[in-house]
């Protein structure tokens, strides 16, 4: 399928591994110029040189989400590089794992601006230049745990609810400006978030990573975790000329493990 993503250029956000480089690698494949980020430089590298090799036009900028002045060394690298922004997949890490006794103010504090103001301060950054080109697309990853709290995820569940809110209300202001804002849903996906949330829940219960793992697939009616080339696909759709009438959506990609009717 011809996705029209040539000469796009696209800021996508925690990209040097998982689900987000796997969204820079896509969006690369069908021909956008990417600005990747992340705050580990040898990742980053590595990422930016398996892009360029196969092909691809990518810059990559060390950054810390939380910081505003990274965000806005991000932004503006990719326009000094490419120009105007068209597509931002914002992405991070997610918050800390933790039920509610267990996270602290310092918790709350660095989940909320990572995951939530990071969001908000990048679209603020390039929204209002979409909408002035009369052209645009906002694809936040999220998680399933917006549409059914996953235990133990306190932070993610409160503050990526809180993304999904602010992404729901911007797509009514922006769409009669031919600008999409979506979200996509990661289920159970093999990342070193999984691993993260399996050896925590392990260690709560006396269980092994692998136990842990096992009993999220008898939950997923797919039977095995998710690939992140398998969201990466869906991000790449959102961000083209052939999604332009899908806008204000969550929409998931978890082999059926929520169990909601919409």
Aim: proline residues 4%.
């Amino acid at each position: 399928m011809e996705l029209g993503l040539a000469g796009k250029v696209a800021v996508v956000v925690a990209s040097s591994k998982g689900l987000g480089r796997a969204a820079a690698e896509e969006l690369a494949r069908e021909g956008a110029r990417v600005a990747i980020c992340a705050r580990g430089a040898e990742a980053l590298e590595a990422t930016r040189g398996a892009i360029a090799e196969a092909g691809g036009e990518v810059i990559a900028v060390p950054v810390d989400i939380a910081n505003p002045d990274d965000l806005e060394r991000l932004v503006a690298a990719a326009e000094d590089g490419f120009g105007p922004v068209d597509i931002l997949v914002t992405n991070g890490g997610g918050p800390a794992p933790g039920k509610f006794d267990e996270v602290t103010e310092a918790d709350w504090e660095a989940a909320v601006a990572g995951t939530l103001q990071s969001v908000v301060r990048l679209c603020r950054r390039v929204v209002p230049g979409m909408r002035e080109r009369g052209w645009g697309r906002v694809i936040n990853v999220t998680s399933i745990a917006v549409k059914q709290p996953v235990d133990g995820l306190i932070l993610s569940n409160a503050v990526r609810a809180a993304v999904t809110g602010f992404a729901r209300t911007l797509a009514n202001e922006v769409a009669a400006d031919g600008v999409t804002v979506n979200n996509v849903m990661p289920g159970f996906t093999w990342t070193d978030r999984v691993n993260e949330l399996a050896d925590k829940q392990a260690e709560a219960f006396g269980a092994t990573r692998e136990q842990m793992i096992e009993g999220w697939l008898s939950t997923i009616p797919a039977r095995r975790l998710g690939e992140p080339s398998e969201l990466a696909a869906l991000i790449a759709f959102l961000a083209s000329d052939r999604a332009g009438y899908i806008t204000a959506q969550s929409i998931p990609v978890d082999g059926g493990w929520i169990r909601g009717l919409v």
